[in-house]
């Protein structure tokens, strides 16, 4: 199933927002492009912070469909992002003016779109390291646009890329490319034009929202340039582990860890959360994992996931049943058992790893957390959205699925991250369906 991932920052963060996997379609432009005193305002992206530049000239890419300004990329071997990236704007302002840019890899060849932390930029005050996470500054002078990122990584998975974000931003805020869907089956629209003049300015932008992924990527291009990436420390494996029923050794040694059937036999599917068994065995898996001699699914880099595979939780041994609470419905009659569990494990873990953190899915028949919860500081969630994003244009079911998430920081004290369903009900209709609205209302502070 498609979906989006975000960092909820509905409840505490009051910051602007900038997602980008937000997609608002309208076609109106307030940027000025050819003004003295740049505009950095365009109603369909979002705000960017503007600081003062006492040069006042702008910075001429195109005239008359002539250029002699070149795309320099000062790292030598850029990410393969990045150069997708830089490939798409040469592509863009060529399609647009009819001007192709050259690019060139490890020099400045005057006049020049200069990408990436270099000693000229350097010079400007530029400097990579210095701004936010995935954020970037893109200052001009007469001869050149710099455009400079962090692209400092937090964590294993994370796909960072503050100066590739910079790029895109230019592409999108002075050449006028939008994306909507795939770019090569017509997706990308070109604004046609014989100059573009980037008026003279400085700003810096930075995303809100840490976690912006989209699964299955491949089959959208365009939210690579729709900056989809991933800066939050957790990430989460998800319905894992999942091969634990092709171990011979647990099958035959200890058929306690699965779940259990109404009629007493075991369900090799899914697991029994209750067991103490179970723990032992995830706590083994841990260990084999940070010692080298065997990869747990579940791990990715300090982050251990709790996500039972995809169906609902309904073990029937006496110490889940103890634990199933029917009263709390289809999103929560299973929520002590994975509480339950995932405290024991995160102090078991606590123990041994001080800086590892448990990542649990809230999903299915846990989605819920349970009345007056508080789980241990190492613990973090990630909240699947079960109606579907695009539902919520319904009061009722925005805060059935708002719920769950106030739950959750109450039950941690962290930030959640956020699991949606941007697929429905778009796939079971056969008009194109639309909601950029009822996004923004849900993703805006
Ligand atoms: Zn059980």
Redesign the pocket.
């Known amino acids: 199933m498609n979906y989006i991932q975000t960092i909820s920052q509905k409840i505490k963060n009051k910051t602007r927002l900038s997602l980008p996997a937000l997609v608002i379609i309208t076609t109106s432009m307030s940027v000025s492009l050819s003004g003295v005193e740049a505009d950095l305002v365009v109603a369909d992206l979002s705000p960017v912070k503007k600081m003062e530049v006492a040069q006042k000239n702008p910075f001429n890419l195109v005239d008359m469909g002539k250029s002699n300004v070149t795309i320099c990329v000062m790292k030598a071997e850029p990410s393969a992002k990045l150069k997708v990236i830089v490939n798409e704007l040469q592509r863009c302002i060529e399609q647009s003016t009819g001007a192709k840019l050259p690019i060139f890899y490890g020099k400045i060849t005057e006049p020049a779109i200069v990408i990436g932390d270099c000693e000229a930029s350097a010079k400007l005050g530029l400097v990579g390291k210095n701004q936010p996470l995935e954020g970037f500054e893109l200052k001009t002078t007469p001869t050149a646009i710099y455009i400079v990122g962090n692209d400092d990584s937090p964590g294993v998975g994370s796909t960072a890329d503050g100066t590739a974000w910079g790029v895109v931003d230019l592409n999108e805020r002075f050449v006028g490319t939008r994306w909507y869907w795939a770019p090569d089956d017509g997706g990308r629209s070109i604004r046609t034009q014989t100059s573009v003049s980037v008026p003279s300015c400085w700003y810096t932008d930075a995303p809100a929202f840490h976690n912006r992924t989209y699964w299955p990527e491949q089959f959208h291009p365009q939210v690579m340039f729709l900056r989809n990436s991933m800066s939050w420390p957790q990430q989460l494996r998800v319905h894992q582990p999942a091969e634990w029923y092709k171990n011979e050794d647990y099958l035959k040694n200890r058929p306690e860890i699965f ?2 059937n109404p009629d007493g036999s075991a369900d090799h599917s899914t697991y ?4 103490p068994r179970t723990l032992e065995t995830f706590m083994e898996e841990i260990d084999a994992h940070y010692a080298g001699t065997k990869k747990a699914s579940f791990i990715c880099g300090d982050t251990i996931s709790v996500s039972p595979t995809d169906i609902g939780i309904a ?7 103890k634990l199933m609470d029917p009263s709390a419905g289809n999103l929560g009659s299973a929520s002590r ?1 994975m509480v339950d569990f995932t405290t024991r494990l995160s102090q078991a873990v606590e123990k041994k790893y001080k800086d590892k953190t448990i990542l649990f899915l809230a999903y299915m028949n846990y989605t819920r957390a349970p009345k007056g919860a508080k789980l241990p500081k190492n613990v973090f969630v990630e909240v699947c959205g079960m109606n579907g994003i695009a539902t919520y244009k319904e009061p009722s079911i925005l805060a059935e699925d708002q719920a769950p998430i106030d739950d959750w920081i109450a039950a941690t004290g962290n930030k959640v991250q956020e699991w949606q369903y941007s697929c429905w009900p778009a796939d079971r209709v056969q008009a194109p369906y639309q909601f950029p609205h009822v996004l923004q209302g849900f993703l805006s502070p």
């Open positions: 779940q259990v029994c959360y209750s067991n073990c029937c041994c006496p110490a889940c049943t058992i």
